[in-house]
């Protein structure tokens, strides 16, 4: 399968982006204007990104430097998400501690060969899914630490150190974070065929060398988000990863 930037291609995307304004309008998403800028964003950036892939996918060092750009933009992407301000550093921490252990498996074990054609995608699928785990983890353990600040308050009370005040507070919240991707890699090939699957077979893969590539990434993704979110939770609970009013309000 091949799609072409024809005169068919623009018709279908902007009838794909006017479908999502009218939906959002009907149902009082509140998404339109925001689905439209990020279509217009997203047309842009893929049209710089093949523009800069052709030599990235050429040259290693300019792989590498593409995957350091990705990961600068998902850090600054979930703190965002997440709010934690000043305290973006740490988010960085918590992302590069998922994703490092596994290219370092991935790429020294020899499951893929270390070249720019393999670095940048299989790198993406995995930052991307870290970003994704770690916003995941924020946006339930944040709000969750602001509605119960009661329980915490009240371990404080009782002499706990601040650490595990928070984590009474944020334990049971934790695994949500990774739900998705267990149930993800539970159904691969029977509720979807996900990304690397697709993309091996379009290359011209057989279906073994489709199925080894998505299983491959699809254990990448699970490692590293249970790695993401526990290294997140635990900066969290030393108080180093929170937004400025968590900060103030979690004194010890």
């Known amino acids: 399968m091949t799609i072409n930037p024809s005169w068919q291609f623009l ?19 509140g998404i ?31 792989a590498v430097g593409f995957t350091l750009l990705m990961f600068a933009v998902a850090v600054g992407t979930t703190a965002g998400r997440t709010g934690v301000g000043r305290a973006w550093p740490w988010t960085a921490v918590a992302v590069a501690s998922g994703i490092v252990p596994v290219l370092v498996i991935v790429f020294c074990s020899g499951a893929s060969p270390f ?4 670095l940048i995608p299989i790198a993406g699928i995995i930052i991307g899914n870290m970003m994704n785990g770690h916003t995941l983890a924020g946006r339930r353990l944040f709000p969750a630490l602001r509605e119960d600040i009661g329980t915490f308050e009240a371990a404080l009370s009782l002499g706990l150190p601040r650490a595990d005040a928070i984590r009474m507070v944020t334990q049971d919240s934790v695994a949500e974070a990774v739900i998705p991707s267990v149930d993800s ?10 990304g690397a699957f ?27 988000q249970a790695v993401t979110v526990v290294v997140a939770h635990q900066l969290i609970c030393r108080g180093l990863l929170l937004p400025p009013d968590l900060k103030q309000r979690l004194h010890e």
């Not at 689905?35 to 950036?45: E, F, G, K, L, N």
């Not at 893929?46 to 990235?56: D, Q």
């Not at 070249?115 to 393999?118: C, E």
């Open 11 to 29: 018709v279908a995307f902007l009838a794909l982006v006017a479908l999502t304004m009218v939906i959002s309008r009907v149902g009082r998403l």
């Open 32 to 62: 339109g204007r925001a689905s439209a800028v990020a279509s217009v964003r997203a047309m842009i950036q893929l049209a710089v990104v093949s523009l800069i892939l052709v030599y990235a996918l050429q040259h290693l060092w300019a």
């Open 115 to 118: 070249t720019a054609a393999a």
């Open 185 to 194: 890699t539970r159904t691969v090939g029977l509720v979807t065929l996900p």
């Open 198 to 224: 697709v993309g091996v077979l379009l290359g011209g893969g057989s279906a073994v060398q489709a199925g080894a590539a998505q299983l491959l990434v699809l254990m990448g993704i699970l490692a590293g």
